[in-house]
């Protein structure tokens, strides 16, 4: 794919909050059929898109997994016209006053998300960040319109609109993990060129923010002999330049810890070296918030490993990501799948 960035941006401007994936999946589906042999749909709605392999059957199976369902808000409640909301995923409310939204109701309907002056909030409740629960969504419109437009369980999505900064940065909301999706196309458009073994499942899994549902189950419909989770990670900026973080703009990340299988992390690594694609060590003691939580302990047990794309301000509406990371992150996955050989896994030492 020569230029990723106006299916990256038609991704960005589409709602698709975890357990209402429709919109933003429609959008992935006519992106992915051209480039696949088949196209599903999983019981709790993850895309899969299959690129058959040219080795002999029975073939060896990896899956891609890139979430599609992003973070937001939903109606709890309507009082003299304004909309209460709770979070769908991890949301700082720091970030929300005088944020654009879109309301999800019978109608679409623009609205901001408004702080009461601090008079008028119980006392201590206007004394630094306010609570989510002091916030309301405005939409302008008068009681009657919003209740026969709004209901309680409707979502809310943020109205951001994607900008390119500089001469490689974007941002926007839901670049996680939108981001990860467009690299997966990316992988999926150089295999579409290329001979390879094994067949690649790639897919965007739904519900990551709030479940991990997507990721549960869709292995055990594929199968899979190995995958690749690709994600975001905390790139340095402002505030963020321990461990925990990673140069924006320069590479990839590469993650070790339980979640990993060490012996297919270095397989990927040794890929990036003779590649010369500049990755980062990260290390995750617990957990990766990731995908592969889920995947790595379905059925038998599924050998992943977990690649981040670096990003600025996650899970707010400003999320920014440097596009030479995104295609540095499809070109890796591409590669590294093109030279899997059909006994990788007979010539690979799980004991590593």
């Known amino acids: 794919m020569n230029d990723i960035l106006p299916f990256l941006k038609t991704m960005l401007t589409a709602p698709g909050l975890s357990g209402f994936e429709r919109p933003i999946c429609e959008i992935i589906r006519n992106e992915w059929e051209p480039l696949a042999d088949e196209l599903s749909l999983s019981r709790l709605g993850s895309l899969h898109a299959l690129k058959r392999g040219d080795g002999a059957e029975p073939r060896r199976k990896i899956l891609l997994s890139a ?11 309507i009082a003299d016209g304004f909309i209460c909301f709770t979070e769908v995923g991890g949301i700082d409310s720091r970030i929300l006053p005088g944020q654009l939204v879109t309301v999800h109701g019978k109608r679409d309907l623009p609205g901001i998300v408004a702080l009461p002056p601090a ?31 709004v209901r309680i ?11 390119e900064l500089g001469k490689d940065a974007l941002y926007g909301h839901t670049l996680d993990n939108r981001v990860s999706v467009a690299a997966v196309t990316i992988c999926l458009e150089m295999l579409k ?8 499942y790639a897919v965007a899994s739904t519900q990551e923010e709030e479940t ?9 419909a594929i199968q899979p002999d190995l995958a690749i989770v690709i ?7 402002p505030g963020g330049g321990d461990w925990r973080s990673f140069p ?4 990839v990340s590469l993650c070790e810890g339980p979640n990993i299988h060490p012996a297919l992390l270095k397989a990927v690594q040794d890929k990036a070296d003779e590649l010369e694609i500049p990755f980062h060590h990260e290390f995750a003691p617990r957990m990766t918030g990731t995908d592969a939580m889920a995947l790595q302990v379905v059925r038998e047990g599924i050998p992943c490993v ?7 301000y996650m899970h707010t509406p400003v999320e920014t990501v440097s596009l030479k990371d995104v295609k540095r992150a499809g070109r890796l996955m591409a590669e590294f799948i093109s030279d899997l050989e059909a006994d990788f896994l007979e010539k690979i030492t799980w004991e590593e």
């Open 67 to 77: 979430h599609m369902d992003a973070i937001g808000l939903m109606v709890t409640g």
């Open 119 to 149: 008079y008028l909030l119980p006392p201590g409740a206007g004394d630094g960040a306010v609570e989510m629960q002091y916030l309301y969504v405005d939409t302008g419109l008068r009681e009657d319109e919003v209740l026969e437009n």
């Open 153 to 163: 369980g409707d979502v809310i999505s943020y109205a951001t609109q994607p900008t």
């Open 193 to 200: 060129r290329r001979k390879h073994a094994w067949d690649v």
């Open 212 to 220: 991990l549902g997507g990721a549960m189950t869709s292995p055990y």
């Open 231 to 237: 994600d975001v990670t905390f790139a340095r900026g």
């Open 248 to 251: 924006f703009g320069k590479g």
């Open 306 to 312: 977990v690649m981040g794309i670096p990003l600025r």
